[in-house]
């Protein structure tokens, strides 16, 4: 009986139509039976975890995650000018299980794409839904994390959100935090700089068209390993969580590269339909801080 009831929740889940409410109950009760389903909505098909009650939940209920983010940031890009990325590539730093590389390469003009994820889970899950959209020959998964030297590094796991498992740095981190961080299960994954990548042509850099990084506060340390990527003139979207950058170490760093190496940026999340309007001198970046505290967060629009 558990056998048929597992195959029951594998394959019932596409098929429960367009109510979000019962898609959302069938989810909710599909960890007791499954360890994954597939959301099908839309154009997209993702495998998500049903331990996932954030990036899982939201993909399983729309067909993507953070949908409108996305839209909004290529918007400002084409505001500025970047519109073309035809035969460009697009770097995915911390790419989860997909649900930006897979719409952006498939849907933004650029030839191929660079996915980097270091936890197991989540590029297991990466893998297959790169496979499952039909885009095994445009994006290569990299299971690794991205940091300011190669090595290993422990990785904290949320247990309830997998897009928010978050780097331990070397030098340890500040405490246990808003979200008990410290008590968190880890496992341990490798790392690399983004320099060494560009040097054995894992990521070439003369055909690069856009970088993002969502690494959960250890961004700078990603900066500080890709001096060749700040040297170039490659727009960068980069999440800004002052929280989890301090948390880290990282948000001094943060800022300093970010300081010495862009002259202009834009605050996404803010930046509506203001296009030139929105870009700011990057010595307007520390007064971010007083604007996301706590869970307060935001994408940035690195540029020179």
């Known amino acids: 009986m558990k056998q048929i009831l597992k195959q029951l929740v594998r394959t019932a889940g596409p098929r429960l139509g367009r109510s979000k409410t019962a898609r959302d109950i069938f989810y909710l009760i599909a960890q007791d039976f499954t360890p994954c389903v597939t959301a099908s909505v839309g154009k997209y098909r993702y495998q998500v975890s049903t331990a996932d009650r954030t ?80 885009m095994e020959e445009r994006i290569r998964c990299i299971n690794l994390a991205l940091s300011d030297r190669a090595g290993h590094a422990e990785m ?13 740095s070397h030098d340890g981190t500040a405490g246990d935090g808003i979200y008990q961080e410290m008590s968190r299960a880890t496992v341990r994954v490798p790392t690399a700089t983004f320099d060494s990548l560009a040097k054995n042509k894992s990521i070439p850099l003369d055909k690069l068209g856009l970088v993002w990084i969502d690494t959960q506060g250890h961004e700078g340390h990603v900066l500080q390993g890709a001096r060749t990527l700040l040297g170039s003139r490659v727009p960068v979207v980069v999440e800004y969580w002052p929280y989890a950058l301090e948390r880290a170490g ?44 706590g869970p307060g967060l935001t994408d940035l629009l690195l540029l020179k």
């Open 55 to 134: 990036v899982g939940r939201e993909v399983f209920l729309t067909g993507g995650f953070d949908a409108p983010c996305i839209e909004e940031i290529f918007a400002v890009l084409g505001g500025l000018g970047f519109a073309d990325f035809q035969g460009k590539l697009f770097l995915d730093i911390g790419a989860n299980i997909g649900t930006t590389s897979v719409p952006v390469v498939m849907e933004r003009g650029f030839s191929s794409g660079v996915a980097i994820e270091p936890e197991p889970t989540n590029f297991a899950l990466l893998r297959s839904n790169v496979a499952a959209n039909g």
């Open 250 to 293: 990282g948000m001094k760093l943060f800022e300093e590269l970010v300081r010495e190496n862009y002259t202009q940026f834009v605050d996404t999340r803010a930046a509506g339909n203001a296009g030139r309007h929105a870009l700011q001198p990057i010595r307007m970046l520390g007064a971010l801080k007083e604007r996301y505290t």
């Open 156 to 168: 904290e796991l949320c247990p309830v959100n997998m897009g928010d498992h978050r780097l331990r």
